[in-house]
T-cell receptor, first 109, second 114 residues
Framework: GQNIDQPTEMTATEGAIVQINCTYQ??????LFWYQQHAGEAPTFLSY????GLEEKGRFSSFLSRSKGYSYLLLKELQMKDSASYLC??????????FGPGTRLSVLP | SQTIHQWPATLVQPVGSPLSLECTVE??????LYWYRQAAGRGLQLLFY??????ISSEVPQNLSASRPQDRQFILSSKKLLLSDSGFYLC?????????????FGPGTRLLVL
């Protein structure tokens, strides 16, 4: 089966950099995804990694290492509006998405 | 561009009453469609998914059912709601072809059963 682990909560200061880790156990997958979910709202797609390495999108970057079963989401120049839950998800071959429990990030002034 | 709609946005229903939540997708054909539930402070639980009209797969046994009467319409129903059915219901779609793996969520319906 698949299992995804993420820290439950993180706190960081406005303007800082934060790294949210995700570890997973799955035999093979089409991609690893990160979503942002503000309180009371639906998740929105942030990034998608297929190959090992870093994908950069503005202030957000996502890294994947298939051999290590590990991904992280890097948020730079944190803003108050980045306070949200961040969901890691994998799409195993021939199966549906498996979502992690999410990491609730609080950005403090 | 593709858009996904859900309604109603919020619903308060008494225990034992029926339920019908609707989801529609625009700007794409033959999408894979999904219903998730998210309890307060919890992760996403996949309830149903559909790869085509009339094709429904259930992930967990429950008090709910789903139907897909048209290509871009997905409905979540219940004949008699339970208190435990309260939660945030999210519809999502994904392209059916290779290279179209990203899943996109609708705005959600917040259901409170009293």
């Amino acid at each position: 089966g698949q299992n995804i682990d993420q820290p439950t909560e993180m706190t960081a200061t406005e303007g800082a950099i934060v790294q949210i880790n995700c570890t997973y156990q799955t035999s093979g997958f089409n991609g690893l995804f990160w979503y942002q979910q503000h309180a009371g709202e639906a998740p929105t797609f942030l990034s998608y990694n297929v190959l090992d390495g870093l994908e950069e999108k503005g202030r957000f970057s996502s890294f994947l290492s298939r051999s290590k079963g590990y991904s992280y989401l890097l948020l730079k120049e944190l803003q108050m509006k980045d306070s949200a839950s961040y969901l890691c998800a994998v799409l195993p071959y021939g199966q549906n998405f498996v979502f992690g429990p999410g990491t609730r990030l609080s950005v403090l002034p | 561009s593709q858009t996904i709609h859900q309604w109603p946005a919020t619903l308060v229903q008494p225990v034992g009453s029926p339920l019908s939540l609707e989801c529609t997708v625009e700007g794409t054909s033959n999408p894979n469609l999904y219903w998730y539930r998210q309890a307060a402070g919890r992760g996403l639980q996949l309830l149903f998914y559909s790869v085509g009209i009339g094709q429904i797969s259930s992930e967990v046994p429950q008090n709910l059912s789903a139907s897909r009467p048209q290509d871009r319409q997905f409905i979540l129903s219940s004949k008699k709601l339970l208190l435990s059915d309260s939660g945030f219901y999210l519809c999502a779609w994904k392209g059916a072809g290779q290279g179209l793996e990203t899943q996109y969520f609708g705005p959600g319906t917040r259901l409170l059963v009293l």
